[in-house]
């Protein structure tokens, strides 16, 4: 077997995949990639908050269901990313998602997912844009997080289970599709 012969399965906890399956997601909806990098780290970052709370690892804000102005970004409106609303502005190098009223950086994306994935991020971001592509647009905006929710690593339930890692077995996200 010589080096060219990808893993089947990869070693890591949920974050990095939700974020890189919702940027492929957008991808796939017509956004350009640094839109759909910074889509996919807030759809991933939101995920986590909602769990962190369900979980009691993070407390809700005394001003929750109330939203502060973007602090000057320009007008919020907000993208609907496998089943997440997130909130996005226009900026001149195009819409951004937003979170602590900042603009994701793409770049800062990018870094996360290659530090996170290593060698096996082009192996798993093929995989997931096969996937993705199985798809009309329409189709898998409302197939995304049900998707996700069939290949996503398992992992141990409760507060065990936060950050833990479990096994991302490409050869089922393309039987997927």
């Given at each position: 077997?010589?080096?060219?012969?990808?893993?089947?399965?990869?070693?890591?906890?949920?974050?990095?995949?939700?974020?890189?399956?919702?940027?492929?997601?957008?991808?796939?909806?017509?956004?350009?990639?640094?839109?759909?990098?910074?889509?996919?780290?807030?759809?991933?970052?939101?995920?986590?908050?909602?769990?962190?709370?369900?979980?009691?690892?993070?407390?809700?804000?005394?001003?929750?269901?109330?939203?502060?102005?973007?602090?000057g970004?320009?007008?919020?409106?907000?993208?609907?990313?496998?089943?997440?609303?997130?909130?996005?502005?226009?900026?001149?190098?195009?819409?951004?998602?937003?979170?602590?009223?900042?603009?994701?950086?793409?770049?800062?994306?990018?870094?996360?997912?290659?530090?996170?994935?290593?060698?096996?991020?082009?192996?798993?971001?093929?995989?997931m844009?096969?996937?993705?592509?199985?798809?009309?647009?329409?189709?898998?905006?409302?197939?995304?997080?049900?998707?996700?929710?069939?290949?996503r690593?398992?992992?141990?339930?409760?507060?065990?289970?936060?950050?833990?890692?479990?096994?991302?077995?490409?050869?089922?996200?393309?039987?997927?599709?």
């Amino acid at each position: 077997m010589g080096r060219d012969m990808a893993k089947q399965t990869v070693s890591i906890n949920r974050a990095p995949v939700l974020t890189l399956w919702a940027a492929v997601v957008a991808e796939r909806l017509g956004f350009k990639r640094a839109e759909a990098l910074t889509l996919g780290k807030a759809v991933a970052g939101l995920n986590a908050q909602a769990k962190g709370r369900r979980l009691g690892i993070y407390k809700p804000g005394r001003d929750r269901g109330k939203r502060r102005p973007k602090g000057g970004l320009g007008e919020e409106f907000w993208i609907e990313v496998c089943g997440r609303p997130v909130p996005v502005i226009d900026t001149p190098d195009g819409v951004r998602a937003v979170v602590r009223d900042k603009p994701i950086d793409p770049t800062a994306v990018t870094t996360y997912l290659e530090k996170r994935f290593g060698d096996d991020l082009p192996a798993v971001r093929d995989a997931m844009r096969a996937l993705a592509k199985a798809f009309e647009p329409s189709e898998l905006a409302d197939e995304a997080y049900p998707l996700y929710e069939e290949f996503r690593p398992a992992i141990p339930p409760g507060k065990r289970g936060w950050g833990a890692k479990g096994d991302l077995d490409l050869n089922l996200i393309r039987s997927l599709g």
